[in-house]
């Protein structure tokens, strides 16, 4: 079956384009757009998608909001959301993560990975573009946490660390597999194992946390 996706974006040109690129990938399917934040949580609610790709700066509630709105902590059913942005070191795809997002991506990402980062948010992984996750959390990683950060509630293997460290750096589960020589079975295995020792809703949130608490260098 064909992942349906929902576009929310307020420039008309940029939602034909990134309709264009999905609607031509044969297991992809565009079925709504929205032009801003409102229309994105109604249409959201209202067709079910099986991934939300949404801006963040759009007109009425921004992207934040409403992926808080339809994915956020405490949300029954949250929905799969993507936050697409013109903005590699924007801190509101911070906030966005935070607010239940599944993953980000520039706008300028390419086809390839934006149907990458739309299938890992359809199976319930999620995403987070290479080019821009170093800069990004590097740069929270300087800043202070608003609240103390969670500690495992076991220690990690040896081998959790080496995922942790490979998911920190923006690597599917695929390039985990080839570059740590196991099954990618082994390592849909650590990165559950990891969700669960950190609390964390998904691989963004290990990320996060890796930089946060000096465990991986934005620069190693």
């Not at 963040?56 to 936050?83: F, K, L, S």
């Given at each position: 079956?064909?992942?349906?996706?929902?576009?929310?974006?307020?420039?008309?040109?940029?939602?034909?384009?990134?309709?264009?690129?999905?609607?031509?990938?044969?297991?992809?399917?565009?079925?709504?757009?929205?032009?801003?934040?409102?229309?994105?949580?109604?249409?959201?609610?209202?067709?079910?998608?099986?991934?939300?790709?949404?801006?963040?700066?759009?007109?009425?509630?921004?992207?934040?909001?409403?992926?808080?709105?339809?994915?956020?902590?405490?949300?029954?059913?949250?929905?799969?959301?993507?936050?697409?942005?013109?903005?590699?070191?924007?801190?509101?795809?911070?906030?966005?993560?935070?607010?239940?997002?599944?993953?980000?991506l520039l706008k300028d990402a390419g086809s390839e990975l934006l149907g990458q980062a739309?299938?890992?948010?359809?199976?319930?992984?999620?995403?987070?573009?290479?080019?821009?996750?170093?800069?990004?959390?590097?740069?929270?990683?300087?800043?202070?946490?608003?609240?103390?950060?969670?500690?495992?509630?076991?220690?990690?293997?040896?081998?959790?660390?080496?995922?942790?460290?490979?998911?920190?750096?923006?690597?599917?589960?695929?390039?985990?597999?080839?570059?740590?020589?196991?099954?990618?079975?082994?390592?849909?295995?650590?990165?559950?194992?990891?969700?669960?020792?950190?609390?964390?809703?998904?691989?963004?949130?290990?990320?996060?946390?890796?930089?946060?608490?000096?465990?991986?260098?934005?620069?190693?």
């Amino acid at each position: 079956m064909r992942i349906r996706v929902l576009i929310a974006d307020d420039q008309e040109l940029v939602r034909t384009g990134l309709s264009m690129i999905l609607d031509a990938q044969p297991d992809i399917e565009v079925v709504g757009q929205a032009s801003d934040g409102d229309q994105a949580v109604a249409l959201a609610r209202s067709l079910r998608p099986d991934v939300c790709l949404f801006d963040i700066q759009m007109p009425g509630i921004d992207g934040i909001e409403a992926t808080r709105t339809i994915a956020g902590p405490g949300v029954e059913d949250p929905m799969n959301v993507v936050i697409i942005t013109t903005f590699d070191l924007d801190e509101y795809v911070y906030a966005a993560l935070r607010a239940g997002a599944k993953g980000f991506l520039l706008k300028d990402a390419g086809s390839e990975l934006l149907g990458q980062a739309v299938r890992a948010a359809a199976s319930g992984d999620a995403l987070i573009a290479p080019n821009v996750t170093v800069r990004l959390l590097e740069t929270f990683a300087s800043t202070a946490p608003a609240a103390p950060l969670p500690q495992p509630v076991e220690p990690l293997t040896e081998r959790e660390e080496q995922v942790l460290a490979a998911v920190a750096r923006g690597l599917s589960n695929s390039e985990i597999a080839a570059e740590l020589y196991i099954t990618l079975s082994t390592v849909k295995t650590h990165v559950a194992s990891l969700m669960t020792k950190l609390s964390a809703r998904n691989r963004v949130e290990i990320a996060i946390w890796a930089y946060q608490t000096k465990r991986v260098s934005a620069r190693s």
